[in-house]
């Protein structure tokens, strides 16, 4: 199975009541950065059977934002393992799961998303991988251990995108 970890795209400013925090819905910049990596999703040819979410807002409307942009007919599954106080056994268990998926499609937060993702690959956790808001890793898990192949952000793919579209041939004039 590929699984793709994502990071919830940016939800502004954190809320300092919980509560509040939960309910906080992604800005337009996050809106864009979800756009963003569903294109390279489906540059990858990333072939995704499954996606799961945390129950908080903002990382269920990246999963469905990046869902729509690829194409992706079926629902989100909400899943708990995902949400910011989730331990490594639950997140495993959750994995377990979807083991049965060619492409799983997992979106979440920061801390334990990056040290989920850490502890897939060494075993321990002593990988320090970092994970801005809306980065993505792609991870082969029918290696052992498991084989991190990519791990891209939105900032890297919009300097990648702006440099590629710009010419770069020298402009002259034609007088």
Known sequence: MNLYLMRHANAGVRKENPALDAKRGLIKEGKQQCMLMAGVLSAMNAQIDAIVSSPLKRSLQTAQFVATEIGFEQSVVVSAALAPAADYAA????????????????????????????????????????????????????????????????RLTRTIYSSVTKSSRPKTSRK
């Open 91 to 154: 997140f495993h268990e959750m994995l377990a799961q979807f083991e049965s998926s060619e492409g799983l499609l997992v979106v979440g937060h920061n801390p334990n998303l990056q040290l989920f993702l850490g502890r897939l690959l060494t075993g321990n956790g002593g990988a320090a991988l970092r994970l801005r808001k809306g980065a993505i890793a792609r991870v082969d898990m029918t290696r052992r251990p498991p084989q991190l192949h990519w791990l891209i952000d939105p």
